[in-house]
């Protein structure tokens, strides 16, 4: 995969959507959290390296004496109660409601919703996910903090986990805690939206079996004086707002040429904030709804400055993008 289309002076980062949460639940609970001493708050895999199912870290007493509600996924704060202070002397988790979806598979990108206490005084610390846009999908693997706690749970599954306290790397001391992790669904590496009709003048798009585009520029096309979109398919998911963190897919072409110059179908879906990339960029995702495949050809004076065309940069060229919007965070809003 080449760079994001960044602009110029920008600092975009792939950063985890729990990482960019602002409940700190989220990052501990998503993005896991190493902690100093003879403990860590991020329990080691087991299993082999290929099996998700094994992956998944063992029950215990501590998870075992929690009492967690199977109420409907859709409810929101799963109620836990327990004795408290809840003694954790070791990562462990069990499935308490199990899904009749299909299992966990490793690479998915992974809708979860979560509920922490504190394990100390038993107080609820709060929920993510259960809102659309307050979480990213988290990509599954059995070497992932996610993989270890839901292994290969079927969807639907509500899974009760407990935390050992310690000091995480910023020096923060993190009490023991219990999360429950609601596996809401697993999000597609490619839109799904609704196919619309092709704009006549605009470039046309192939689309192999896994979603990838190939990308067909008509004889004549002129340079617009700024962006210039059609959206290929339609998204029933919520709209992309600015500032927000998206996840997409995307394929970059040279106008001048024909020829594709950045692609994320290699290596698959990415996240970045529509903040930090070029405007004709930002301008392809902000509005636009989850699920969409998104056409854009874009000016260098929306793209990457005027000048000659340059083989070696993007400065002087006419850019043409195909983006498929697979999920959005509302940041703004956190």
Request: hydrophobic share 40%; glycine share 12%; net charge negative.
């Amino acid at each position: 995969m080449g760079a994001v289309p960044e602009r110029r002076g920008a600092s975009v980062r792939r950063r985890s959507a729990a990482l960019l949460s602002t409940m700190t639940l989220a990052v501990l609970a998503l993005a896991g959290c190493a902690t100093s001493g003879d403990s860590t708050a991020e329990p080691e895999p087991t299993g082999t390296p290929a099996d998700l199912c094994a992956a998944a870290a063992d029950s215990g007493p501590a998870v075992e004496a929690l009492t967690v509600s199977d109420a409907p996924l859709s409810d929101g704060v799963v109620e836990v109660t327990f004795e408290a202070p809840l003694t954790v002397d070791q990562f462990q988790r069990q499935v308490v409601v199990e899904g009749d979806g299909a299992p966990l598979e490793a690479g998915q990108f992974v809708d979860v919703a979560i509920t922490g206490y504190d394990a100390t005084t038993g107080e609820l610390v709060g929920t993510a996910g259960y809102n659309p846009g307050e979480q990213l999908p988290q990509q599954i693997s059995p070497e992932s903090t996610l993989g270890i706690v839901l292994g290969c749970a079927p969807i639907g599954s509500r899974v009760a986990a407990a935390y050992v306290g310690g000091t995480a790397e910023d020096g923060t001391e993190v009490p023991p805690a219990v999360y429950t992790f609601d596996v809401l669904g697993v999000t597609p590496t490619a839109a799904w939206g609704e196919q619309q009709e092709p704009v006549e003048g605009m470039p046309t798009v192939e689309l192999a079996d896994d979603g990838a585009p190939t990308v067909t520029i008509p004889e004549g096309l002129e340079t617009p004086d700024t962006t210039q979109l059609a959206t290929l398919k339609t998204g029933d998911g919520i709209t992309v707002e600015d500032g927000d963190q998206v996840m997409v897919q995307y394929t970059g072409i040279r106008a001048s040429n024909g020829e594709e110059f950045d692609s994320s179908w290699a290596s698959g879906p990415i996240d970045f904030n529509t903040s930090g990339v070029i405007e004709g960029f930002t301008k392809a995702l902000v509005g636009q709804t989850v699920g969409s495949q998104v056409l854009a050809v874009i000016p260098p004076a929306e793209g990457y400055g005027e000048g000659e065309i340059n083989e070696n940069d993007l400065t002087g060229e006419t850019l043409i993008f195909v983006v498929d919007i697979l999920a959005t965070q509302h940041l703004a809003a956190g």
